[in-house]
């Protein structure tokens, strides 16, 4: 069996490492020689532009997947003219615009913050009347942990946020100051059955995923989640894992945003589920029956951003499981995560208050 992956970053790599066992092999297409995904498995280096690359890739393989939204809509669906892609390219184009995604959970009746669209700098001033400030200005398209984006607190942040962002197409939404962040990771099979992933509370700093905790409990959220989770699967006839992220506010769930991949959110799943979000992705686009998305016991993430700490002193801690992406390390970036894995939470926790100090964070940070 023969996956083509369309993007080389750590979610590739980490696909090709959960797809070996099953006997799966793999092609990376990445613009980047350096791709981290090409030290587990062939690159081929290339523009997502490139026709020919896109042909020689759709004929090597009996599927083609991503390992980002980002990809040119253009690339998907020259792809899927050729061979199976999944998830669908349609997914992935809603995906891309947070405007077009919004809509759509929208229509569905899933709770998203009140949004308007904004393409002059009156249609800001306009939108800010409607959705009331604070509200946070985003682009559309190619956002990504915080980027893009700007809070504006009162009506003198409009000018500046505008002058900032305002050559993109962009989308104004009210600022949900909430409880907590959660996200729920789900996957669906050719044959249309789902499997989901228990409810996961995130963390985050200056926009990026800090930390990740699972199971989370709060069962009525979980439940509110996997049927949003159950009927954008089916709505979108997708096949493959896809990711919500809410806000949690006066206990209900806010859409946020949707990821049609794997997601950093579901990387303890890796040790702490007992299939991982990877492995379960390749399962459903490959047409295999899908694995179970039961946790054992309780884990928590911790992504390394900028660097990763030492080896020798994460692996002291009982029940750490450390993931380097091979990655230069470079302020701001994705470089590895590390996840605690126990049988309870109290001993996650333990774990937890000697790894976050690691990271440069306080031991009761995200308590
Ligand atoms: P995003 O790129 O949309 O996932 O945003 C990154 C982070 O910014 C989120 O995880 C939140 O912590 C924060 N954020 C984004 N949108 C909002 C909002 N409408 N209200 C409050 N916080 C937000």
């Known amino acids: 069996m023969n996956v083509g992956i369309v993007g080389g970053g750590q979610l590739a790599r980490m696909l090709a490492l959960a797809g070996y066992p099953l006997g799966v092999h793999f092609q990376i297409l990445d613009p980047a020689a350096d791709a981290c995904a090409g030290q587990v498995a062939p690159l081929m280096q290339s523009d997502y532009h490139d026709e020919a690359c896109l042909e020689s890739l759709a004929a090597w393989a009996d599927v083609v997947t991503f390992d980002f939204e980002n990809v040119p809509a253009e690339a998907a669906r020259a792809l899927e003219g050729r061979i199976t892609v999944y998830p669908p390219a349609e997914a992935l184009a809603l995906a891309q615009d947070r405007l077009s995604e919004k809509t759509l959970f929208w229509e569905m009746g899933i709770p998203t913050p009140t949004f308007a669209t ?22 559309r398209r190619l956002g990504y942990d915080g980027k893009g984006q700007r809070v504006l607190r009162t009506a003198e942040d409009i000018e500046p946020a505008w002058r900032a962002l305002g050559s993109a197409p962009l989308i104004l ?41 699972a199971p989370c409990g709060m069962p009525e959220l ?26 949690v506010k ?15 959110s579901g990387h303890w799943t890796i040790e702490g589920a007992e299939t991982s979000q990877f492995e379960n992705h390749l399962r459903a686009i490959l ?26 002193a994460v692996l002291a801690i009982p029940g750490a499981h450390y993931h380097a992406y091979g990655k230069t390390p470079r302020p701001g970036r994705k470089v590895g995560h590390i996840t605690l894995r126990a049988n309870d939470a109290d001993a996650v926790q333990a774990g937890l208050e000697r790894l976050l100090p690691m990271v440069g964070f306080s031991p009761d940070e995200f308590s």
């Open 222 to 247: 979980e439940r509110e989640g996997w049927d949003y989770a159950r009927r954008l699967l089916d709505r979108l006839n997708y096949v493959g894992v896809l990711a919500i992220e809410f806000f």
């Open 250 to 264: 006066d206990g209900r769930l806010i859409a946020n945003e949707m990821a049609p991949r794997v997601h950093n």
């Open 287 to 312: 047409g295999l029956p899908l694995g179970s998305t039961t946790a054992i016991g309780c884990s928590a993430m911790v992504n390394g951003i900028g660097d990763l700490p030492g080896r020798a």
């Open 118 to 139: 904004v393409d002059s700098l009156e249609e800001l001033q306009s939108a800010a009347l409607r959705v009331e400030l604070p509200a946070v200005l985003k682009t």
């Open 173 to 213: 939404e009210s600022f949900i100051p909430f409880e907590r962040e959660v996200s729920i990771v789900a996957v669906r099979g050719h044959d249309g059955a789902t499997a989901l992933y228990p409810l996961v509370e995130n963390h985050h700093r200056d926009g990026i995923l800090r930390l990740s905790r």
